[in-house]
């Protein structure tokens, strides 16, 4: 194949499969402006409430404009717009309840300010809310992109089809995998590594439930794995670190893995040791 054919074949291929596809860079631009309009200092980058009030709507066109690239229509765009940002004062309140969350549950937080520019477990919490919200819009590869970004940034991957309840904490959150149809209830509180992923990856199961009910005032400590669209964590219940966990536990309940650690004199000690590399 020539490099004349092989260029014009790539060109038509990408610009079918991305026709109605939005702007990667302006996405993840437009999410970390409407976070940084959400939780910002309104005081070193607004004198007024009319610029901020201009802010917000430069913000809204720019959503527009997105979902324009996806959608065509200016009527349908112009309600998915109207559906989003109608939306946006209860998303607003939620997130500060899941701010306080943090800062009750984490000694090393000194205020909720630390927490709403500082944590990256806040916004990974964030940017899944809103892009939930997108999500049940029946709006799918915007809030994937938006998902990927802040799995890119924080190093936690929320799928934004999870269903999670009000006043969620992450603590540290790297490494933390929320699958698609997880759900969540209220006060839970997530350490890093923690996985809550599917038994079965196969294509044709993609319509069913594959990921863990966590419910109400869970605690999950790191690098638990819990897996199953039939597992259920009951309610209060404490799942301790390294937990490999495919079964259902009831309320209440105490998971831990009880390892064995050993301390002796380094000398004298006759014991070979095996190291490998």
Request: proline fraction near 4%.
């Amino acid at each position: 194949m020539s490099e004349e054919i092989f260029i014009q074949q790539l060109f038509q291929r990408n610009r079918k499969a991305y026709q109605s596809f939005p702007d990667k860079a302006l996405a993840e631009s437009f999410i970390d402006d409407l976070f940084n309009f959400l939780f910002g200092s309104y005081e070193r980058k607004f004198n007024s409430v009319e610029k901020l009030a201009g802010e917000y709507h430069e913000i809204r066109h720019t959503f527009s404009a997105i979902l324009f690239e996806l959608i065509r229509d200016e009527q349908k765009v112009k309600e998915q717009t109207q559906t989003f940002f109608d939306a946006l004062p209860v998303l607003y309140e939620t997130l500060l309840k899941d701010a306080d969350a943090v800062l009750a549950f984490d000694p090393a937080a000194q205020s909720i300010e630390e927490v709403l520019v500082a944590y990256p477990g806040f916004y990974a919490t964030a940017i899944y809310r809103l892009s939930n919200q997108i999500y049940r819009q029946q709006i799918k590869t915007l809030p994937r992109l938006f998902a990927e970004y802040a799995h890119s940034k924080t190093g936690i991957d929320i799928h934004p089809g999870a269903s999670i309840g009000s006043s969620f904490a992450i603590d540290h959150g790297t490494g933390i995998v929320i699958g698609e149809t997880t759900v969540i209830g209220s006060n839970v509180k997530i350490y890093q590594g923690v996985t809550l992923g599917a038994l079965n990856v196969d294509k044709d199961q993609a319509s069913t439930k594959r990921h863990p009910t966590i419910e109400d005032d869970v605690i999950i400590y790191s690098g638990a794995t819990i897996l199953g669209g039939g597992t259920v964590i009951g309610a209060g219940s404490i799942i301790g670190g390294n937990i490999w966990l495919t079964h259902s536990v009831a309320a209440n309940s105490v998971v831990y893995h009880k390892s064995e650690i050993k301390i002796k004199d380094k000398d004298p000690f006759p014991e070979p040791l095996n190291f490998v590399i």
